[in-house]
């Protein structure tokens, strides 16, 4: 894990405060106490494991006796029928964190294998895919951690991470030198500049600026290749928008060097698991 475990719990802990108010009614009305039972994670899909010690930590937060056995660890790829841990202990706990702990099993393993997949796409060229700030709220770290293990970077994890003008900052400053310029004098000497463009016009305006990252916008293959030889190195070139795995290809093919997908954690598909009582 990479995660601070203090921020993990507290999102854990929020999520069982909403799925659990006082009491399970239905749990703790129907076992006792010292009723005992074995689990197990059965892949109901192939892809990329991601969050295993985060729905470990949902059980241990829950309280109660709780053993894990894991036997597929996050990066690693899964096939449908994999068993991915075994767990044993209190039922009530067991059943108590279920939901909660495949909530965010099944998400993190979606992104990750998402960004596995675009990865695989573009092997082989010098695109690099990241992530963006399209994330849900509170869920973050949890989804930033989950492209890594997927084989993605992360974009900038928030605002306070880099220096960004995106179109609206230009538009509401006034220009793209203005705002590069005025941006520099105040910004410390460890803080980049990326700056957003949508013709290459602007493109070699920023260049003339001294941008150190130019964002792409919405542009074609041919005006990114376009891009990338006016470019010629001086700053580093991000592909963004429509960016889908039909055409990642052809968009790493153009010389880009980053290629940023919010896909790959707002609207991404989770990936299918189960969590079975053994009989």
Request: charged share 25%; aromatic share 4%; proline share 1%.
């Amino acid at each position: 894990m990479l995660l601070q475990n203090s921020y993990v719990d507290k999102i854990i802990t929020t999520a069982l405060d909403e799925d659990i108010h006082y009491v399970d009614v239905t749990t703790d009305y129907l076992l006792d106490d010292s009723h005992t039972a074995k689990a197990y994670y059965i892949a109901k899909d192939d892809g990329v494991l991601c969050g295993i010690d985060i729905a470990k930590r949902v059980f241990e937060l829950v309280g109660g006796d709780f053993q894990m056995e894991i036997l597929i660890r996050d990066g690693e790829r899964v096939k449908k029928g994999d068993i991915i841990a075994r767990m044993s202990g209190s039922t009530k706990t067991l059943l108590k964190g279920e939901r909660t702990a495949l909530n965010m099993l099944q998400h993190m393993s979606g992104i990750a294998t998402a960004t596995r997949r675009c990865a695989d796409l573009v092997e082989g060229t010098k695109a690099q895919i990241t992530d963006t700030r399209k994330t849900l709220p509170g869920l973050r770290p949890l989804q930033k951690y989950a492209v890594t293990v997927g084989g993605g970077k992360n974009h900038r994890y928030n605002l306070s991470d880099g220096a960004m003008l995106k179109d609206n900052h230009v538009d509401a400053y006034g220009g793209i030198t203005g705002a590069v310029t005025a941006l520099r004098k105040k910004i410390g000497h460890m803080v980049k500049i990326e700056l957003e463009v949508r013709t290459l016009d602007e493109l070699r305006e920023a260049l003339a600026a001294g941008t150190e990252i130019i964002m792409l916008d919405n542009m074609s293959c041919e005006e990114m290749k376009e891009a990338v030889a006016i470019t010629d190195g001086k700053a580093l070139l991000e592909a963004s928008g429509n960016v889908t795995e039909a055409n990642i290809r052809a968009i790493a093919e153009t010389g880009v060097d980053i290629i940023s997908l919010g896909a790959l954690t707002h609207s991404v598909k989770c990936f299918d698991i189960s969590m079975r009582i053994a009989k």
